[in-house]
């Protein structure tokens, strides 16, 4: 069966401080992973990572793919209010199957 | 704002009743994903539709009914309602046509069983 794991499941930091989540992943026919943002409403999409050590970034958002061991994280830097928000990582298999998801890490940052 | 509509964005029904949820995928895309969101188990997929068709079924009841119409909307029934169908119910699409590219998603449905 694939899964995806996140971790930690939730976490509190103060304004400024830098956060490292993490997302592994067992899955046959790895195609892609992918980021998503989460805050009140629709999961907004972030990054999409297929390739192993090729880092993307976004403003103070960064993430990486490794493929030898199965894993991602998302950095996220100099963090602001308005960061809160639940992070979820999924995978996604070749042909537009659907994506699986992890059950999500909540981040709150507060002032 | 993703490009995929959802309506209504609030539905409050009783148990045993049907509801029917409708979606708008993103301009070109073909692909349309729905997916369930409770407190508890988080997304999953219940049924996929490419161009009109059915390609993928997930964990989706069988009192749970989708189908996609000609100009690509989609629509989601729920019947006979029961207590534990309260949930987010999202709607995704992707441009599909063998590329890889990310499943964009609506705001979408919030439903409550009383």
């Known amino acids: 069966e694939d899964k995806v794991v996140q971790s930690p499941l939730s976490l509190v930091v103060h304004e400024g401080d830098t956060v490292t989540l993490n997302c592994s992943y067992e899955v046959t026919n790895f195609r892609s992973l992918l980021w998503y943002k989460q805050e009140k409403k629709a999961p907004t999409f972030l990054f999409m990572l297929?390739?192993?050590?090729i880092e993307k970034k976004s403003g103070r958002l960064s993430s990486i793919l490794d493929k030898k061991e199965l894993f991602s994280i998302l950095n996220i830097t100099a963090t602001q209010t308005g960061d809160s928000a639940v992070y979820l990582c999924?995978?996604?298999?070749?042909?537009?199957?659907?994506?699986?998801f992890g059950k999500g890490t909540r981040l709150s940052v507060i002032a | 704002d993703s490009g995929v509509t959802q309506t209504p964005k609030h539905l409050i029904t009783a148990t045993g009743q049907r509801v029917t949820l409708r979606c708008s995928p993103r301009?070109?895309?073909?692909?349309v994903y729905w997916y369930q969101q409770s407190l508890d188990q988080g997304l999953q997929f219940l049924i996929q539709?490419?161009?009109?068709?059915?390609?993928a079924k997930g964990n989706i009841l069988e009192r749970f009914s989708a189908q996609q119409f000609p100009d690509l909307h989609s629509e989601l029934n729920l019947s006979s309602l029961e207590l534990g169908d309260s949930a987010l119910y999202f709607c995704?699409?992707?441009?599909?046509?063998?590329?890889?590219?990310?499943?964009?998603f609506g705001d979408g449905t919030r439903l409550s069983i009383l």
């Open positions: 297929t390739s192993s050590g």
């Open positions: 999924a995978v996604s298999f070749p042909g537009n199957t659907p994506l699986v």
């Open positions: 995704a699409s992707s441009a599909d046509r063998g590329l890889n590219q990310p499943q964009h």
């Open positions: 301009s070109g895309d073909l692909s």
């Open positions: 539709y490419y161009n009109g068709e059915e390609r």
